[in-house]
């Protein structure tokens, strides 16, 4: 099972970071990936699969400053 | 730390520090004067951030931002109507040397960007996002967990609208990196000076803890 911010997820396997991001709506540009406690470079957004009990949490910002 | 320097206005560093450590935490001055502490950003955040750590004697300071001061920016920003079109950087050291000149403040008037993260954040102990634009800050965060994973990283998110002041908070989500703000008001709200210093605050304590070496928040 997928967890995505402690939520778990079906539906997600197989899918890159950046299919995974774009299916949720998510902001691509604002977020950062942290997957089992890594964070995913932005460069390895497109070719790092969701994988089978992968932990991920999504960092997300808004504007203002 | 820069005790031979020349008087300023016909104080001495030794006045200036003297005053400073009747009220600063004692034991303090010593470590916050031997910090380096760059800043990315230069607005509402970084100006405050900024002020808060000059008074309290943080030694060593980089401002970097790209932007010159408008008058859209003096609701929150610590500009003077005097300072309009001067480069962010220029004129908040300018305002910064008023209130302690015996501190080293270097500026860089650039866009951060992926390719000068390693460049710019080399020389700090501790990396200060003050950024208004979100994708900027998650480039940030991106950047330096991959050039700098060792460095503590405080940055702001949501600070926006007139909300509860205690909606906004310090959270400490993974190794390294520090995140104020409510994480969910966005500055099309508005953003004006009140709720943007309580933001600005709470980075510039976890910067202060840190540099204390309080690491946890």
């Known amino acids: 099972m997928v967890t995505v911010n402690g939520h778990e997820t079906t539906g997600v396997v197989g899918q890159s970071i950046t299919e995974f991001l774009t299916k949720r709506d998510a902001p691509l540009a604002n977020i950062v990936v942290e997957r089992n406690g890594e964070i995913v470079h932005r460069a390895d957004f497109d070719h790092t699969l969701v994988e089978k009990n992968d932990k991920l949490e999504l960092i997300s910002f808004v504007g203002g400053g | ?217």
């Not at chain 2, 700090?124 to 060792?150: H, R, S, V």
């Open chain 2, 1 to 217: 730390m820069n005790e031979q320097q020349p008087e300023v206005q016909g104080l001495s560093y030794q006045d200036v520090y003297t005053g400073m450590k009747e009220r600063n935490v004692k034991g303090s001055t010593a470590k916050l004067a031997s910090a380096h502490v760059t800043i990315a950003g230069a607005g509402g955040l970084g100006s405050n951030i900024a002020i808060a750590l000059t008074r309290i004697g943080v030694g060593h300071l980089i401002l970097i931002d790209f932007d010159t001061v408008e008058l859209s920016n003096s609701n929150r920003q610590q500009f003077k109507l005097s300072q309009l079109d001067v480069p962010k950087v220029v004129a908040l050291k300018q305002n910064l040397q008023e209130f302690n000149p015996f501190i080293e403040i270097k500026t860089i008037q650039e866009k951060v960007t992926h390719d000068n993260v390693k460049a710019f954040f080399a020389q700090a102990d501790i990396i200060c996002e003050a950024f208004d634009n979100p994708a900027a800050k998650a480039m940030l965060l991106d950047a330096a967990t991959e050039f700098y994973p060792n460095k503590p990283l405080v940055m702001g998110t949501g600070m926006a609208g007139i909300h509860s002041s205690n909606t906004i908070t310090t959270k400490h989500p993974r190794p390294n990196l520090y995140l104020t703000g409510d994480g969910t008001s966005k500055g099309v709200e508005g953003l004006m000076a009140p709720r943007v210093m309580i933001c600005a605050g709470h980075e510039a304590n976890m910067i202060t803890r840190l540099i204390l070496g309080k690491t946890t928040v």
